[in-house]
């Protein structure tokens, strides 16, 4: 049973930080490409950031230079570090894996992240 687990949503003030976690279950995680999303309401889900499986990453315009997408291998968890958090960042965040050998997307519940004073 594949399962991802997404944790570290909350509440915080513009210009605050989070970190998110999302915990990969099965044998989905290496080798394959991770990523987040979010989707805010009313809104389409959209790409926040992606990792591959040799590290490189990209990034949406919108979060570049304040949100860093990470991965250890080790303990099959990715992270996103994010930084100078706006209202606009305000959504449900998910993570992704695509295992690239049977075109499979996998995806987590969710962790809400909601940036206001």
């Known amino acids: 049973q594949v399962q991802l687990v997404e944790s570290g949503g909350g509440l915080v003030q513009p210009g605050g930080s989070l970190r998110l976690s999302c915990a990969a279950s099965g044998s989905i995680f290496s080798g394959n490409p991770m990523g987040w999303y979010r989707q805010a309401p009313g809104k389409q889900r959209e790409l926040v950031a992606v990792i591959t499986s040799d590290f490189s990453t990209n990034y949406a315009d919108s979060v570049k230079g304040r949100f860093t997408i990470s991965r250890d291998n080790a303990k099959n968890t990715m992270y996103l570090q994010m930084n100078s958090l706006k209202p606009e960042d305000t959504a449900v965040y998910y993570c992704?894996?695509?295992?690239?050998?049977?075109?499979?997307?996998?995806w987590g519940q969710g962790t809400q992240v909601t940036v206001s004073s």
């Open positions: 992704n894996v695509f295992v690239i050998k049977t075109r499979d997307d996998y």
